[in-house]
Nanobody
Framework: QVQLVESGGGLVQAGGSLRISCAASGRTLSTYAMGWFRQAPGKERESVAGISWSGDKIYYTDSVKGRFTISRDGAKNTVSLQMNTLKPEDTAVYYC???????????????WGKGTLVTVSS
């Protein structure tokens, strides 16, 4: 019922910035939180940031606090992640996800995008 499509990934130098976005489509009567997970080469998928449907509840993992900013547009069908001061360890496939639940863990997610690759060079 809900489809998620990521965009905006690419190659950036360490210290630079990227903005990735996720567009949600499909008819639904329920509101949902949206956000981002990432999976680095050889690593497990980890949560990065999430935002509630209303935009008033936001989660960031400790490693990105102060550098990344998540936001939802006025129509509430797109979510963006502004990534500043990027580090090589931020290199990963970034996956958009959505949930009707109240917590931001992998097992809570109801929908997933296919991912967009972010590569940070040193």
């Amino acid at each position: 019922q809900v489809q998620l499509v990521e965009s905006g990934g690419g190659l950036v130098q360490a210290g630079g910035s990227l903005r990735i976005s996720c567009a949600a489509s499909g008819r639904t009567l329920s509101t949902y939180a949206m956000g981002w997970f990432r999976q680095a080469p050889g690593k497990e998928r980890e949560s990065v940031a999430g935002i509630s449907w209303s935009g008033d509840k936001i989660y960031y993992t400790d490693s990105v606090k102060g550098r990344f900013t998540i936001s939802r547009d006025g129509a509430k069908n797109t979510v963006s992640l502004q990534m500043n001061t990027l580090k090589p360890e931020d290199t990963a496939v970034y996956y958009c996800a959505a949930t009707y639940g109240k917590t931001w863990y992998i097992q809570d997610m109801n929908y997933w995008g296919k991912g967009t690759l972010v590569t940070v060079s040193s």
